[in-house]
């Protein structure tokens, strides 16, 4: 087994990608906040809780209006203080298993890119972001700051209650992270292959593209996983028995396209915060390489 300080088939120590992947991780969450703010609330909408709005754009320009600018940062603080961990253990533990998964000349297949991305990502689910994510939705839901939402959820619920959704949560992100890592990592192959990029010497708006791309390929490959656990974390989540019986549910009131509900707001989000955050990832990992004389 390889030592624990070093990422397995790899010669980067674990630490580095662990370290980039949470300054990463913050920048892409403050940067796109505003976007995801939106996008959930319009994913808590129902026909019995209808929005004053009904798309991004109107959805900006209303909590603006009524709420302020700082409005759209509502919910922020929790994920911003699960983000950095969360993208932390996302890029380490798939450099992690990436090490692991290669072949004796060092590559990997797209299932096995898959395979280390599902893994980072159920990972950081159940570590961070569902506790974190519960907490964000409802603070949202009931229009309460994080401490006093989260006073409210343990008093009502008890600690049980900040684990609402996590296995909604761990099929989300265990999805989302495979599906990304995946289709970012073949995408660095074509571009490699095909002489648009330098693997020596990564280019920024080339990795913003890929990351863009990815963001959007998971997105359509798994919102029905997101609007479920958007529902599972909500403050009228009771109405649902589990899991199951939420997809169910959705299905029968909503139709299908009840599981693509937000899908718009979500990409308008998504898209830009991967291109953001696997631009910054690749170059902040090439800078503290430099910082460690690695």
Request: charged share 15%.
């Given at each position: 087994m390889a030592p624990p300080s070093k990422s397995s088939g790899n010669s980067t120590p674990f630490?580095?990608?662990?370290?980039?992947?949470?300054?990463?991780?913050?920048?892409?969450?403050?940067?796109?906040?505003?976007?995801?703010?939106?996008?959930?609330?319009?994913?808590?909408?129902?026909?019995?809780?209808?929005?004053?709005?009904?798309?991004?754009?109107?959805?900006?320009?209303?909590?603006?209006?009524?709420?302020?600018?700082?409005?759209?940062?509502?919910?922020?603080?929790p994920t911003l203080i699960g983000s950095v961990p969360k993208a932390g253990i996302r890029f380490g533990l798939n450099a992690e298993i990436k090490g692991r998964l290669k072949d004796k000349d060092g590559k990997l297949t797209p299932g096995k890119n898959f395979v280390a991305g599902l893994g980072a990502g159920v990972s950081e689910a159940l570590i961070i972001v569902a506790p974190v994510e519960t907490v964000k939705t409802k603070c949202i839901d009931m229009n309460l700051p994080f401490l006093q939402g989260m006073k409210k959820i343990i008093a009502t619920e008890g600690i049980g209650g900040l684990y609402q959704g996590a296995a909604a949560t761990a099929m989300k992100q265990g999805s989302n992270q495979g599906l990304r890592f995946m289709w970012f990592n073949e995408y660095k192959k074509f571009m490699t292959s095909s002489g648009y990029s330098n693997p020596e010497k990564p280019n920024p708006l080339i990795n913003l593209l890929g990351g863009m791309s990815?963001?959007?390929?998971?997105?359509?490959?798994?919102?029905?996983?997101?609007?479920?656990?958007?529902?599972?974390?909500?403050?009228?989540?009771?109405?649902?028995?589990?899991?199951?019986?939420?997809?169910?549910?959705?299905?029968?009131?909503?139709?299908?396209?009840?599981?693509?509900?937000?899908?718009?707001?979500?990409?308008?989000?998504?898209?830009?915060?991967?291109?953001?955050?696997?631009?910054?990832?690749?170059?902040?990992?090439?800078?503290?390489?430099?910082?460690?004389?690695?």
């Open positions: 630490w580095v990608p662990l370290v980039s992947g949470m300054i990463a991780g913050g920048v892409e969450t403050v940067t796109v906040w505003p976007m995801e703010f939106i996008k959930t609330q319009l994913q808590l909408s129902s026909p019995a809780n209808p929005l004053p709005y009904n798309s991004m754009s109107s959805g900006l320009r209303w909590t603006v209006q009524n709420n302020g600018f700082l409005g759209l940062y509502r919910g922020l603080a990815a963001g959007c390929f998971s997105t359509l490959g798994n919102n029905p996983f997101d609007v479920v656990k958007t529902r599972m974390q909500g403050a009228n989540s009771s109405q649902y028995s589990s899991t199951l019986d939420c997809f169910s549910q959705i299905l029968k009131k909503e139709g299908v396209m009840g599981y693509y509900k937000g899908v718009g707001p979500r990409l308008m989000r998504v898209v830009p915060g991967q291109g953001v955050i696997f631009m910054s990832f690749e170059g902040i990992q090439d800078w503290v390489k430099k910082m460690a004389g690695i």
